[in-house]
T-cell receptor
Framework: DVKVTQSSRYLVKRTGEKVFLECVQD?????MFWYRQDPGLGLRLIYF???????EKGDIPEGYSVSREKKERFSLILESASTNQTSMYLC??????????????FGEGSWLTVV | AQKITQTQPGMFVQEKEAVTLDCTYD???????LFWYKQPSSGEMIFLIY??????QNATEGRYSLNFQKARKSANLVISASQLGDSAMYFC????????????FGSGTRLSIRP
């Protein structure tokens, strides 16, 4: 059974803290993605990676960075957490686009509260 | 730039009726794929249906069909004979077909089925 695992379901962090959100997939997928989900705004892409050590900015990268040192792991980093980064964060993975890359697999989400 | 627009924030439908959820998109990619995902209150993202821009026929999966009108840049989801379990958020998404393509989502439609 395919699996995308996000290390933390619920986190509470203080303003200014450095926050790491980890995502691991066991499907040998090249493509991995980080989104945040907010009511009325849907899923907004923060960063994505199409190969190890490769990363591309999404639509809202400000205040975030990512790391992909191994194929199975994609980390989202909040360098200095702020209250407007309180949100639900979703990790996803897929094969490259094409006949086999028509399904995107999601983790269960990480609820982050910054106080 | 790529963009997905879902203009219906919420919809109420009587059980057993058919429902259409609207999705329009904008892209400069010559080839692309379109997805629909369902997110029930539990938060998991459930893949429903996929349509490639090069597909000649509209995609169907059980009670779900995708009304793809390429010239209008629309990819509406049609659910036939709605059930109470269809109550959820629905997201339209798109990706280009190059290896470094991102996947973007719309703001979603909350569908509520009335008994």
């Amino acid at each position: 059974d395919v699996k995308v695992t996000q290390s933390s379901r619920y986190l509470v962090k203080r303003t200014g803290e450095k926050v790491f959100l980890e995502c691991v997939q066991d499907m040998d997928h090249e493509n991995m993605f980080w989104y945040r989900q907010d009511p009325g705004l849907g899923l907004r892409l923060i960063y994505f990676s199409y190969d190890v050590k490769m990363k591309e900015k999404g639509d809202i990268p400000e205040g975030y960075s990512v790391s992909r040192e191994k194929k199975e792991r994609f980390s989202l980093i909040l360098e200095s957490a702020s209250t407007n980064q309180t949100s639900m964060y979703l990790c996803a993975s897929s094969l490259p686009p094409g006949a086999s890359g028509n399904t995107i697999y999601f983790g269960e989400g990480s609820w982050l509260t910054v106080v | 730039a790529q963009k997905i627009t879902q203009t219906q924030p919420g919809m109420f439908v009587q059980e057993k009726e058919a429902v259409t959820l609207d999705c329009t998109y904008d892209t400069s990619d010559p080839s692309y794929g379109l997805f629909w995902y369902k997110q029930p209150s539990s938060g998991e993202m459930i893949f429903l249906i996929y349509q490639g821009s090069y597909d000649q026929q509209n995609a169907t999966e059980g009670r779900y069909s995708l009304n793809f009108q390429k010239a209008r840049k629309s990819a509406n989801l049609v659910i036939s004979a709605s059930q109470l379990g269809d109550s959820a958020m629905y997201f339209c998404a798109m990706r280009g077909l190059s290896s470094a393509s991102k996947i973007i989502f719309g703001s979603g439609t909350r569908l509520s089925i009335r008994p």
